[in-house]
Structures are given as C-alpha cells and as structure tokens.
C-alpha cells in the first residue's frame, strides 16, 4: 500500500496560505484526485453547535462524538495527547491521495512557504527545512521553485509531479490516468 503524501502550506497568518490551500485542492480535485485537508488552529475552535445532541454527548464527557448521515461523516474527538500529520492520517483520513495541511510548519514534512512580506529572513522556516516552493513575491538567489499567487497552476503539477504521478521516465496522460486508478 502506497504511503499517503502529506504537503504542508505555511507562513505567517494573512500571507495567503488559505487562499493557496484552497486554491490547491480545487485544482487538485478538478484533476481527479482525492485531496484530504487539515488545518492546525492556534486557538479553541469549536466544530459543534451548542444545545445539539453531539454537542451534549460532548459536555457529557465523550472523548469521541460522531455525527453521519448519507453524504457525509464528522467527529469531535478529544485526543488523549497531541496527534502529529502521520498519526491523524493514520486514524482519521480515508480514500484520500494527499493531505494537504496548512500550518504544521513544526513537522517534518515537505513544505509550500506562503510569503507576502518584504523580508524572507523574517519567515519562520528556513528554506532549507524541506521548503520545496515559496509562493508570492518572487525573490532572486532562491534555488527553490517560485511562483506567484497567478501562477497556481503551475504550482499544482509541481506537487501533481512530485507526490502523485509515478516517479518513472516521461509518461502520457492516458498512462498517468491509467497507474492513478490502478493506486
């Protein structure tokens, strides 16, 4: 069984990573695959609606709350320590090709630095730290690829390229199309 690849999109809050993220997994998935997404909060979120039954099965002290119909499947769950990418795919994210996460720029992933500032030297992660694109303003002297925020195609088959087609010789689209479905 193939391992699920896991990109994450990073930089700092309001540089663009959501739109990028979002951007990507439309692109992604208008190209037929099935993209997972994560998103790491720095503060409380709240996916319940208070006074609901699974919000009340919550209070009540479940360490687990699932809530389904026919189209679709939530949880609430309440970790007994902090989860990292691989555990949470491990655990949570089925009949997927690739998570993208934005944030998580602690783990040990491939990363998407998302950059609107001036300054580089002021991102957080280095871009030796497993950098493979910086998105925004392009910047001279980088060895790692760039694009800006127009050019999301592109950066789309870089990731297509990188973490889902084969890594084999130059192939056709019918016979990217046709390893895809047999994966």
Not at 20 to 42: F, N, Y
Not at 118 to 123: M, N, V, W
Request: aromatic share 6%; charged share 25%; net charge negative.
């Amino acid at each position: 069984m193939r391992r699920l690849p896991i990109v994450t999109i990073v930089g700092y809050s309001n540089s663009g990573k959501t739109h990028c993220t979002t951007e990507l997994i439309a692109r992604l998935t208008a190209r037929g695959w099935r993209v997972a997404a994560a998103k790491h909060c720095h503060d409380d979120f709240q996916l319940d609606v208070e006074g609901k039954d699974s919000w009340q099965h919550k209070q009540a002290g479940a360490v687990t709350t699932i809530m389904s119909n026919r189209q679709q499947l939530g949880a609430v769950v309440t970790p007994a320590h902090p989860l990292t990418l691989e555990q949470i795919c491990a655990q949570y994210v089925c009949d997927a090709d690739i998570l993208l996460a934005e944030g998580y720029s602690w783990e040990p992933h491939p990363k998407i630095l998302v950059t609107s500032c001036a300054r580089l030297e002021d991102e957080r992660v280095n871009l030796e730290d497993a950098v493979i694109a910086l998105v925004g303003t392009k910047r001279e002297n980088l060895s790692v690829a760039q694009f800006e925020f127009d050019q999301l195609d592109d950066l789309t088959s870089l990731v297509e390229k990188e973490f889902l087609l084969p890594k084999t010789a130059a192939i056709s689209p019918s016979e990217a199309t046709e390893w895809k479905e047999q994966t």
